[in-house]
């Protein structure tokens, strides 16, 4: 189903082909200056965010999703599903340019990005061969690449627990854990939830945030508060949603316990799917993508991050 080809419920097991990398045609767009692209900031009220660059009809194009600023704000990120790729655009000389792919990606298909708290780490999912092989591999793995003083490094495979793992959608913590969608063993229902500890470098064996957020139903993509004071997770299926998959927020307690997952509400979630949930470094505004089954269109929203805090009373 195209309508749902983005999510990381169904992309955890679609197999990726390559694609041409390097090969862009440029966005008929206006010079946009100013932060966040240039856009006009939204209120309480949630609005679509640079619709000229990410909103999508699929009738006619694949969607553009999972968008993140750099924590400096001159970068901005996102995923063409169309190209298969993590696009990228930057200030130069006060301007954003048109968007292309990124530095760090490949020519296999690559999603899901995640910037670590100091803009040094770039964190990703990827179907890119592990070994010498041309075939992309039927399940994604987390890759990660370095910002040196010529740019990012060659990316690298992740590991965690001393291998590799296959996930994705992974959100960064300013002490260093990661958190993701995974499946394995321990699953509630599936995916579910489990973070990592960096310890000595190293990123320590999945452990699952138990059954306070995981359920029989399954959760996706998330973003984590770099202070890990809160989550907000997609989840699907589940018997209080308004759509397919709905937005969910837990609080963490002062004992390190995460609360239960509240449905974040009708100004959030609509009878669509809604989906890539993160907050802009400065804090002030709230990112999702919503799927409009009526519609048929992909857009990416905006909000003050002030809504968040009524559940936080």
């Known amino acids: 189903m195209i309508k749902v080809a983005f999510l990381s419920l169904i992309i955890l097991t679609r197999i990726q082909l390559p694609h041409v990398h390097g090969q862009d045609e440029q966005i008929d767009i206006v010079q946009l200056k100013g932060p966040y692209l240039g856009q006009k900031p939204p209120g309480l009220i949630p609005e679509i965010f640079a619709p000229t660059i990410l909103s999508r009809d699929i009738t006619t194009e694949r969607p ?10 001159t970068e901005f990120y996102y995923t063409d599903d169309g190209k298969s790729s993590i696009m990228w655009m930057h200030i130069e000389n006060g301007v954003w340019t048109q968007p292309e792919i990124a530095p760090f990606s490949s020519s296999f298909s ?12 770039a964190f990703f999912r990827s179907w890119r061969p592990l070994g010498n092989s041309d075939e992309p591999e039927e399940r ?7 910002r040196e003083s010529a740019g990012w490094s060659q990316a690298r495979l992740l590991l965690i627990d ?3 793992i296959r996930t994705g959608y992974p959100s960064i913590t300013k002490r260093g854990t990661l958190y993701f969608p995974y499946r394995d063993g321990q699953t509630i229902g599936g995916p579910d939830i489990f973070s990592s500890e960096k310890v000595d470098g190293k990123f320590t ?4 945030l138990g059954s306070t957020i995981n359920t029989r139903y399954s959760e996706g993509d998330l973003y984590v508060d770099p202070n890990e004071s809160f989550l907000i997770v997609s989840c699907w299926g589940r018997p ?6 709905d937005l969910y927020i837990s609080l963490r ?8 997952l509240t449905n974040m509400g009708e100004k959030i979630n609509s009878s669509g799917n809604e989906n890539c949930p993160t907050i802009s470094p400065d804090g002030k505004y709230f990112f999702y993508a919503r799927y409009d089954p009526k519609e048929e269109v992909f857009n990416t929203y905006w909000v003050e991050a002030e809504v968040i805090d009524r559940f936080k009373q």
């Open 205 to 208: 064996a999945p452990v699952s």
């Open 253 to 260: 307690n002062k004992d390190g316990a995460w609360g239960t």
């Open 64 to 73: 553009a999703y999972n968008s993140i600023f750099s924590p400096d704000g």
């Open 110 to 121: 690559e999603n899901d990005l995640a910037i670590s708290t100091d803009g040094n780490t």
């Open 140 to 146: 994604s793995y987390l890759w990660f690449s370095k």
């Open 240 to 245: 209080d949603n308004n759509g397919e998959s």
């Open 162 to 164: 001393n291998g590799p």
